[in-house]
């Protein structure tokens, strides 16, 4: 015959008691570290925080002055902005044709390609807050305007304009 269990205090541990799984370890070590004993949690993070403000304060003083000085020059440079759509490669093969004449034939012209997000189906080419040289606005397939465009044509009237 099996001998018999001593009784133990009615004192019970509650880890102990409990079955050992992930969730009661998790739970074990939370009410540890929520244990007031420890005291307050640190304020170091509150502090790192204020400091990498004042850093992103003065960065963007400096930053500031930069632009107005990049802004300075890109006065003084003609932007074109060529605007794609992105549904079909036709409209990108057009685009990059065209930037890269323009960035070949003119000196200091700076040629921007969807600076925001385009509209669908459109073709457009334009100097930034000004005149609009090509515009081709809700095609449908097959995009019979896109197609039509004599791209060496086309490129010349651009040429000439901005010169």
Known sequence: MAPKRKQTTPEVDVAAAAPVIRRSARLSSAAVAADPESGPPMKKQAKAKTKTKTKTKTKTKEEGGAEAEAVEKAESVKTIVIEHCKQCTQFKKRAIQVKEELEKDVPGVNVVVNREKPRRGCFEIREEGGEVFV??????????????????????DILHKIR
Do not use: G
Not at 137 to 146: E, Q, S, T, V
């Open 135 to 156: 515009s081709l606005l809700d095609m449908k397939r097959p995009f019979p305007p896109l197609k039509d465009l004599d791209m060496k044509k086309l490129i010349s």
